[in-house]
T-cell receptor, first 115, second 116 residues
Framework: ETGVTQSPTHLIKTRGQQVTLRCSSQ?????VSWYQQALGQGPQFIFQ???????GRGNFPPRFSGLQFPNYSSELNVNALELDDSALYLC??????????????FGEGSRLTVL | AQSVAQPEDQVNVAEGNPLTVKCTYS??????LFWYVQYPNRGLQFLLK??????LVKGSYGFEAEFNKSQTSFHLKKPSALVSDSALYFC??????????????FGGGTRVLVKP
């Protein structure tokens, strides 16, 4: 049990639609990041948020966006869905006081299928 | 740019035998290395990490990993595998240039199958 919960667990969308995925982190975990895990691959970093601002992004286009809220929850939004967006989306959080050596705590993910 | 390689897609081992999952890395400077495990349809669970100090790191569920700087490796080991260890294992390195420290670069994963 990592204390990181994600919703929904599964969802199906069609190409061109928009999706919002949600994450609730542990109290005190004030930095959150999102990863995309395509089938058969390792997770890839999308972006991270600290104090409700994006402060780092991986190699993902602007149609991937996010929000972080003061209550340790966050959202990942994906616009104009493409077939290749089908993946497991993982939220991960960390207590900022743990420093750069602290491990990430992952949720169980939201599996998105784009048809 | 940093990278992680897991050269084996799958490792098969009999229950009770030693288990090794290989990982090599490429980073500038000293690495921060992690192992995570993923069970079917689940998220990632933290196993252990190497930050500094002793090259042999002990983690959860009886796993340990050996850091070898000269070989740029961080292999995961378990002396006696259990059927319940069957899962997908990921090695990862943290980008120290990121102030908030949440960017991990993962290997492609190694599927471990422990047979009774």
């Amino acid at each position: 049990e990592t204390g990181v919960t994600q919703s929904p667990t599964h969802l199906i969308k069609t190409r061109g639609q928009q999706v919002t995925l949600r994450c609730s982190s542990q109290s005190g975990h004030n930095t959150v990041s999102w990863y995309q895990q395509a089938l058969g691959q390792g997770p890839q970093f999308i972006f991270q948020y600290y104090r409700e601002e994006e402060n780092g992004r991986g190699n993902f286009p602007p149609r991937f966006s996010g929000l972080q809220f003061p209550n340790y929850s966050s959202e990942l939004n994906v616009n104009a869905l493409e077939l290749d967006d089908s993946a497991l989306y993982l939220c991960a959080s960390r207590e900022i006081g743990s420093g750069i050596t602290g491990e990430l705590f992952f949720g169980e993910g939201s599996r998105l299928t784009v048809l | 740019a940093q990278s992680v390689a897991q050269p084996e897609d799958q490792v098969n081992v009999a229950e009770g035998n030693p288990l090794t999952v290989k990982c090599t890395y490429s980073v500038s400077g000293n690495p921060y290395l992690f192992w995570y495990v993923q069970y079917p349809n689940r998220g990632l669970q933290f196993l252990l990490k190497y930050i500094t100090g002793d090259n042999l790191v002990k983690g959860s569920y009886g796993f340990e990993a050996e850091f070898n700087k000269s070989q740029t490796s961080f292999h995961l080991k378990k002396p006696s595998a259990l059927v319940s260890d069957s899962a997908l294992y990921f090695c990862a390195v943290r980008d120290k240039a990121w102030a908030a420290g949440n960017k991990l670069t993962f290997g492609g994963g190694t599927r471990v199958l422990v047979k009774p």
